[in-house]
C-alpha cells in the first residue's frame, strides 16, 4: 500500500495519466484528512477551484490541493513529534495517567478527523494549516467558550456523527465537531442545552 509521500510524487509526476493523478490525491486523503475524507476532499477542491466531480482537473489545481494538504500535514506531524516528546518526559516524570487532550489525541493520531466535519458541504473556508494551527493553540491554553478555528459562539451537541466520538459540540458556523477539550464544562453545558431547545 502505498504511503501519503508516495501518493503526492505521483499526483505531481506529469508522466502519469491524468486520472491516476487525480485519485492519488483522492488517496492520500485515506492517510490525512483533517476534516475527514469527504470534507476534505470537498475544501481542497472548492479552494483550488474545481468540481468534486470533475474527471479532468488541470493538473495545476491538482498540485494545489497537494500543496495545501501537505502543508497542513507538515504543521500536524510537527504537533505529534511535540506531543509524543511530551508524554515521554511525562511518564518519566511519573504522570502516568493521560488528560483529556491525550485521549482526544489518541482518536485522531495521525490527523485523521482532526477538525471532523459530518456534513462534507460545511467546513472552514480558510487554509487547512491555519486552521491546524488554531486548533494546536487552542489544546495548548485554557478551555474556552468559543469554536477554536472560527470563533464561532453557536455550538449545538449533535448525536450519531459518522466518528469516534460519535457525539459532541459541533460549530454550526463553521462545522466542524470541537474537541471537548478545548471548551470549558460551561461550555459543553450550553451546547447540550442548544441541543435541547432545538429538539422541544
Known sequence: MAGFRSLARQVRDPRCD????????????????????RATWDHLC?????????????????????DELEEARAVWLAYEVEFAERRRKEKHDGLRRPGSVDDWHRLTWGGFGVAWCDDPRVHPREPLAEVLRRL?????????????????????????????????PV????????????????????????RLLVSA
Open 46 to 66: 472548492s479552494r483550488a477551484g474545481f468540481d468534486p466531480e470533475d474527471r479532468s482537473v488541470d493538473p495545476a489545481r491538482l498540485v494545489a490541493a497537494l
Open 171 to 194: 460549530c454550526t458556523d463553521c462545522g466542524i465537531l470541537v474537541p471537548r477539550p478545548v471548551l470549558t464544562s460551561a461550555a459543553l453545558a450550553d451546547a447540550r442545552r442548544a
Open 136 to 168: 494546536i493553540a487552542a489544546l495548548e491554553r485554557e478551555p474556552g467558550t468559543s469554536c477554536p478555528v472560527c470563533r464561532g459562539e453557536r455550538l449545538m451537541w449533535r448525536y450519531d456523527l459518522d466518528h469516534e466520538p460519535s457525539t459532541g
Open 18 to 37: 491524468l486520472a491516476l493523478r487525480r485519485y492519488s490525491l483522492r488517496k492520500c486523503l485515506e492517510r490525512f484528512a483533517p476534516y475527514g475524507h
